[in-house]
């Protein structure tokens, strides 16, 4: 069963930054184009960055020139560098494969942009 793993999150004030990670578990990594995804309270999840397995980058507008996402097939990792964030950036994150079907989501990390 593959797991996915995220990490980073936290508290921060608005302009602040944060890397946040992915870890997933077994061989299937390198094979998929992968994705951070996001939930705010209230709103339903919402893709916001996504990767393809060669390496190119895509973003939602509302992140486009603050976040950086970025993949390492060694560490079967993908991340994603937030910077200036904002109050509207608050959700918890997730990763996913970009495929047919989702792998089962991980428990996600909580970003909270707060002054």
């Known amino acids: 069963q593959v797991q996915l793993v995220e990490s980073g999150g936290g508290l921060v004030q608005p302009g602040g930054s944060l890397r946040l990670s992915c870890a997933v578990s077994?061989?299937?990594?390198?094979?998929?184009?992968m994705g951070w995804f996001r939930q705010a309270p209230g709103k339903q999840r919402e893709m916001v960055a996504g990767i393809t397995t060669g390496g190119t980058a895509n973003y939602v507008d509302s992140v486009q020139g603050r976040f950086t996402i970025s993949r390492d097939n060694a560490k079967n990792t993908v991340y994603l560098q937030m910077n200036n964030l904002k109050p509207e950036d608050t959700a918890v994150y997730y990763c996913?494969?970009?495929?047919?079907?989702?792998?089962?989501w991980g428990q996600g990390t909580q970003v909270t942009v707060s002054s």
């Open positions: 996913n494969i970009l495929a047919s079907s989702w792998l089962n």
């Open positions: 077994g061989s299937i990594f390198r094979f998929y184009a």
